[in-house]
């Protein structure tokens, strides 16, 4: 009666009958009779003993195999697990061999996550003579026992963060035997579906190991052994192909050799059973169950691969849209259509296996069909296992070493009448299965990703005729290849995830890839192809196609191509595309701009010659501000309810092209100037914060641009210039819009700093034409917002107070600089880096206006400034030295600039002197300490500006010798030759001999700067040699302004010089006087006269000198100018310039 009434309670008999559940509902049933079995008692009586046989009874007959079910661990303590492993590892060892899979099953549960847990046991498992390492041997009978041990072997490699690892060398071991199993060859006793899932298991075993980060592929042979298995077993089972490779891939420039049989149908590797179907009819039946088991979008994506015809190479090179194909979405274009054609497709897929035809057509059963779908199923997830295994690979190895593999993955232009080789591209364009075509596409952009150093040695603006091919070339021939593939990819796909995957890589592409060392066209025909995808159906498509084109617009901006492809006319090609094929729409969809007060303002503007307008940002500016035509598609995933909106990551992302836009082409955004303003001011003034955003960042790219085209260097011509009037406009909408409460929206700090540096990029003439009362809130509120205690805001607000206190209109401001200084002053001392870092910038641009201020007529500033602020100053600067290179570099260069502004009346106060010698000693210690180059050059940079103070005692302080001795020790010996060349510069400062102390002093000077003219080509570093001229020029122009300071008591040490080393000297001298560097940045004289007459000065300086009675020197440094001056206007044919200086 008991077993009766435990019967009735449990979900036996009828309930079978149910239709099943939905996947999430399949692990209720367990975890009710797991529940009733941990809530039995102990009971010796038959109703207990019955009740616990029926709940085992039903435990086992659960099905645990459906997506939702139970997870495949066993939750236990370290003392139940450490009893059913040795349990487990005894029943292995003692019973029968058919019972080794059922037992093997449990271990592989046991051991899920817990490979930490069972260090103890890893010898018995795991050793030379450990059962899974016998089990998992290629010898071994029983395939089903072989694949359930490396199913063992994986679980034990699977880590959980934060727990310990497999110790060595057991992570090591795995491997091997992983990598073993991948290469061995499927044997005669084994099913396809058992091979696949060993392989499956295999793979998945190196990706634990490799995700786990202990597993370090350091190793030539490994990694290249472990990359041709991936290789092979990412075309395992790919209809139509079956590759030979070598055990080992090697790194090298050369396209890899894979072994393919001549071009005949063929069968795949583990297909060997399937039977013999009619070319032109061949089916594709998938049981219920196996469609259950993969996503929807596995079966509603699969492609068909026709024979194809056509002349498409030549279309699509003119990058013309693909018409809709009467065969459907799933069928790649027909003769006729722009993306055909017979390059499409290499020769052994010519004829493909999986063409989709009616059930009714099959020649084979319905039973085989099933079996066929299943076998495609899982030899469908081998290549996914692989290629998520190649994707782990390529985060643990550094980009260069994989660099080396580039051929064997990366597809290259075949040779003439040769097949290409198999390559990633092959499962993009082959593979049947979406999701495969997807992670082949995930690979392929993790390869490409941060590429941009490799390829940029690509090169084939011009045509290579030579007997071997250049590695530039070959790069880009690669890059070509990837292009057309990619494209072709693109026109074919009719799954709309793997459709995102192949934009986003082209994005990844298109970043890295140097188009500025490319032959044209690459650009236009990604341009052209991605333009209906605007329009497409799928939001995350249309996201991704702009990504695309910010990615265009960015790269190596401004690109000539890319300008004309944004003045190209509107209706070129964007069409409602709602499948792989769109459809044109009309093509004035997008003429639905916003119109605003500003809009004839515009127009002024508008660069001459510029009719057509940009249809990118006409379309950029509908997807932000307009309403959508139609509702949310149950794609549209970022449309929020209610909304009248596109989706917000299509309104992002347009934002964000707008912004590459101002960045890398302003001439074409500046037509659109008012009309941007009105775009960010209704952006800045939504709800969402990632908008407002957005909007910040688009009025910092245009405030930025417009900066740009009124520096001073700036090749845009007056007429071609926004007008000032205009710039103030724009300005004044702003700051009369929600600018100002986005600033002090102190619940979203991120909008509050992206604010302040849109507030920073205002231009300086424009400000001083702004409304008092708008240039006042300016300064008020980043005043204010310094004050704040979120460290973005802060660094912000630090950064825009240094950008402000340059403005022209505000530098003579006495009050205003004072209350920057304490503002700035305050930051120095945040416990932030970065706030320090933005701070000491600041500092340092404020100190530049102090050394401006001081070279004005009007003595005001300098009288009205407090010393008491400038001692504040000093000792913040002299502690900001000591601090992070970050905020060091920065330092120095304020210390350098304030002891530039002291005056005398400072100098002379005894407060002063302390601090003026801890700041210099500041100085000579960051001169001479092994920081980073930047540090050391503005520090050189500094010692420079500290002698340019007439007002300190240089020369006779005791500081003095210290700061030679220093910049001579870097002239000489500094590895870096910028800095060089600015301590150079900096010994050429003192204008008078007595800056220059004693004779010693002054002699030790002349002889590091002769030292540093000989090693003036000793570097190891080849980037150090560019710099070589420039070395050269400041230590010549140095040694000649010393000549022309001489004294008597210098002479003979300059003689003693020149008698060892005058010839390298001269010729030296020689080459400063013919030469010169053209945009150097020292300092340095260039034009011809100016350098002749600093010798000259120096000759006649020498001449001057009233040596002592019988001393030679004078005669004999004479000599030497002379006849330098004379071999070089001898080679110059000029000796009219010699005249009246031979004769004395």
């Known amino acids: 009666m008991a077993a009766m009434q435990v019967a009735e309670s449990l979900p036996g008999g009828q309930a079978r009958d149910v239709p099943r559940e939905p996947p999430p509902e399949q692990g209720s049933g367990f975890r009710c009779l797991s529940a009733r079995l941990c809530a039995l008692r102990p009971d010796d009586s038959s109703s207990a003993r019955t009740e616990i046989h029926l709940l085992f009874d039903q ?53 899920y996550c817990n490979g930490s847990k069972c260090q103890k046991y890893l010898p018995d498992l795991l050793g030379k003579s450990g059962i899974l390492m016998k089990l998992s041997d290629s010898a071994q009978p029983d395939p089903e026992a072989r694949r359930a ?149 596995e079966s509603s994506g699969e492609r068909e691969a026709a024979p194809i015809t056509g002349s498409g190479k030549e279309n699509l090179r003119e990058g013309s849209t693909p018409c809709s194909s009467s065969l459907g979405v799933r069928s790649l274009p027909v003769e006729g259509s722009s993306m055909a054609g017979r390059d499409r497709v290499s020769t052994p897929f010519r004829s493909a296996s999986w063409k989709k ?119 880009a021939s690669s890059i070509r290849e990837l292009h057309r593939c990619l494209l072709l990819a693109l026109v074919a796909e009719s799954s709309s995830q793997t459709l995102t995957q192949i934009i986003k890589c ?48 960015s790269t190596h901006a401004p690109l000539p191509e890319v300008q004309l492809l944004l003045q190209q006319p509107c209706s070129s090609g964007l069409s409602n595309s709602n499948s792989a094929t769109p459809h044109l729409s009309a093509p004035d969809w997008w003429k639905k701009a916003p119109s605003g007060p500003f809009l004839e303002e515009a127009s002024v503007s508008s ?54 836009l101002a960045k890398g082409y302003f001439s074409m955004a500046q037509v659109y100037l008012m009309e941007l303003g009105e775009v960010i001011c209704k952006c800045m003034g939504e709800a969402d914060p990632s908008i407002q955003l957005h909007g910040a960042k688009l009025l910092e790219e245009l405030g930025t641009g417009l900066i740009q085209q009124y520096k001073p260097d700036s090749t845009i011509a007056p007429d071609q210039r926004v007008p000032v009037t205009m710039v103030v406009m724009f300005w004044t909408m702003m700051l009369n819009g929600p600018l100002p409460r986005a600033l002090q929206n102190s619940e979203h700090p991120t909008l509050q700093a992206s604010t302040c540096d849109a507030l920073s990029s205002i231009l300086p003439e424009a400000f001083s034409s702004l409304p008092s009362d708008r240039q006042i809130l300016c300064i008020t509120m980043l005043l204010g917002l310094n004050d704040s205690k979120n460290r973005l805001v802060k660094a912000a607000t630090s950064r825009a107070l240094g950008v402000y206190v340059l403005f022209p209109c505000l530098r003579q401001d006495v009050i205003f600089v004072a209350d920057t200084a304490n503002a700035i002053l305050m930051s120095l001392q945040d416990k932030s880096l970065n706030v320090r870092a933005k701070a000491a910038w600041s500092l340092g641009n404020l100190t530049d206006t102090l050394i401006v201020n001081m070279e004005t007529p009007d003595p005001s500033f300098q009288e009205e400034f407090s010393g008491l602020l400038l001692l504040k100053m000093l000792r913040s600067a002299i502690e900001a030295s000591r601090d992070k290179d970050k905020v060091k570099s920065n330092a120095v260069r304020a210390l350098g600039n304030l002891l530039h502004f002291l005056q005398p009346s400072h100098i002379e106060k005894p407060r002063f002197a302390e601090i003026i010698e801890e700041s210099i000693q500041a100085l000579i210690s960051t001169v001479l300490n092994e920081a980073a180059m930047k540090v050391r050059w503005n520090a050189c940079y500094a010692v420079g500006n500290v002698f340019k103070n007439p007002a300190l005692p240089l020369g006779t302080a005791p500081w003095t010798s210290q700061a030679y001795n220093a910049l001579t020790s870097v002239v000489t010996s500094c590895k870096n030759f910028k800095v060089r060349i600015r301590s150079a510069t900096a010994l050429s400062i003192p204008s008078k001999r007595e800056q220059y102390g004693s004779a010693e002093q002054y002699v030790q000077i002349w002889n590091a700067l002769v030292t540093a003219l000989q090693k003036s080509e000793d570097t190891t570093d080849f980037l150090e040699f560019k710099y070589c001229a420039s070395l050269r020029t400041q230590i010549c122009q140095a040694l000649i302004h010393l000549l022309s300071l001489a004294s008597a008591s210098d002479l003979p040490c300059i003689r003693e010089t020149l008698e060892s080393n005058g010839d390298m000297v001269q010729s030296f001298i020689l080459q400063f006087l013919k030469s010169g560097v053209e945009g150097d940045d020292t300092g340095a004289p260039h034009s011809l006269h100016e350098r002749d007459q600093m010798v000259r000065m120096a000759l006649e300086h ?15 440094i004479m000599d030497f100018l002379e006849d330098t001056l004379t071999i070089y206007f001898d080679s110059s044919g000029s000796q009219v310039a010699l005249l009246g200086l031979t004769d004395r």
């Open 59 to 111: 435990l086992i007959s659960e099905n645990y195999g459906e997506v939702g079910g139970v997870a495949p661990e066993v939750i236990v303590d370290e003392q139940n697990l450490d009893f059913l492993l040795a349990y487990t590892i005894s029943a292995i060892q003692q019973c029968s061999s058919w019972t080794h899979m059922e037992i093997l099953q449990a271990l592989a549960a046991l051991v």
């Open 149 to 297: 041990a490396v199913h063992c072997m994986a679980n034990l490699c699977l880590s959980v963060p934060g727990q310990p690892y497999l110790e060595e060398p057991y992570p090591n071991i795995c491997f091997q035997a992983f990598l073993t199993t991948l290469q061995s060859p499927k044997s005669s006793d084994m099913d396809d579906i058992t091979f696949c899932m060993l392989l499956q298991n295999a793979l998945k075993g190196i990706q634990s190991l490799l995700n786990g980060g202990k597993m370090k592929l350091t190793q030539t042979e490994e990694l290249g052994a472990l990359l041709a298995v991936l290789k092979k077993s990412m075309f395992h089972g790919l209809p139509g192909l079956n590759i030979e490779l070598p055990t080992v891939l090697y790194p090298t420039p050369l396209p890899q050799y894979d072994g393919r049989p001549p071009v005949k149908p063929q069968q795949s590797e583990s297909n060997t059973s399937r039977p013999t179907v009619n070319k032109k009819k061949k089916s594709k039946v998938k049981s219920r169950k196996i469609q259950q088991e993969e996503e929807e979008e």
């Open 357 to 475: 035809v009616s059930s009714s057509e099959s020649d084979y059963s319905d039973a085989e069909g099933g079996m066929q779908s299943k076998m495609r199923s899982y030899q469908a997830k081998v290549r996914q296992g692989a290629l998520a295994c190649f994707l782990s690979t390529i985060k643990s190895i550094e980009k260069k070493v994989l660099y080396g593999y580039w051929s064997a993955f990366v597809p290259d232009t075949p040779e003439l009448g040769s097949p290409q080789s198999v390559s990633l591209m092959t499962l993009t364009l082959k593979d049947p299965s979406p999701k495969t075509r997807a992670c082949a596409l995930q690979v392929l952009s993790a390869i490409l990703e941060g590429s941009k150093q490799f390829l940029s040695v690509a090169e084939d603006t011009s045509d290579h005729r030579r007997a071997f091919t250049p590695f530039s070339v070959m790069i």
């Open 506 to 553: 082209l994005a990844n592409l298109v970043s890295n890839s140097p188009y500025n060392r490319l032959k044209l066209s690459l650009l236009t025909k990604v341009w052209n192809q991605i333009k209906p995808y605007i329009r497409h159906k799928d939001v995350n498509v249309r996201v991704s196609s702009l990504t695309l084109l910010g990615a265009i617009v």
């Open 607 to 660: 660069p001459k010659g510029s009719s057509e307008p940009c249809w990118l940002i006409r379309l950029c500016i509908s997807t932000v501000v307009l309403p959508k035509e139609e509702s949310c598609s149950s794609s549209d995933a970022g449309c929020a309810a209610g909304s009248i909106y596109e989706p917000s990551p299509m309104r992002l992302e347009a934002l964000q092209v707008l912004a590459h």
């Open 1102 to 1116: 020498i001449g001057s000198i009233q040596a002592l009675a019988g001393d030679s020197a004078k005669r004999a």
